[in-house]
């Protein structure tokens, strides 16, 4: 069985910075694209960014430049570094991967999610 387990959120000011983990546990052979989405209230849940197995990057239009997606591969881990934050990035945040199983098969998990509130 693989769990997700996203942390970091909180209450921020415009203009602050924070900083999401997302901690992947089981039985796991490789992480391949592991990736962030948002859902904000009233809102179908959105991409934010994404990072393959060898790095390369992606990210909605809305944060390029303010967001850095990362990850460390050997402690299964992926991070959401989150600066010059606005109210409109307000919403429940979701780690995301494409895991390949030890056991075989390749499948799509999701972490329990996050609150990022930005507010004054």
């Known amino acids: 069985q693989v769990h997700l387990v996203e942390s970091g959120g909180g209450l921020v000011q415009p203009g602050g910075s924070l900083r999401l983990s997302c901690a992947v546990s089981?039985?796991?052979?490789?992480?391949?694209?592991m990736g962030w989405y948002r859902q904000a209230p009233g809102k179908e849940r959105e991409f934010v960014a994404s990072?393959?197995?060898?790095?390369?990057?992606n990210y909605a239009d809305s944060v390029k430049g303010r967001f850095t997606i990362s990850r460390d591969n050997p402690k299964n881990m992926a991070y959401l570094q989150m600066s010059s934050l606005r109210p409109e990035d307000t919403a429940v945040y979701y780690c995301?991967?494409?895991?390949?199983?030890?056991?075989?098969?390749?499948?799509?998990?999701w972490g329990q999610g996050t609150q990022v509130t930005v507010s004054s």
């Open positions: 990072s393959t197995l060898v790095g390369s990057t």
């Open positions: 089981g039985r796991i052979f490789s992480l391949n694209t």
């Open positions: 995301n991967a494409d895991i390949t199983l030890i056991q075989g098969g390749a499948y799509d998990y």
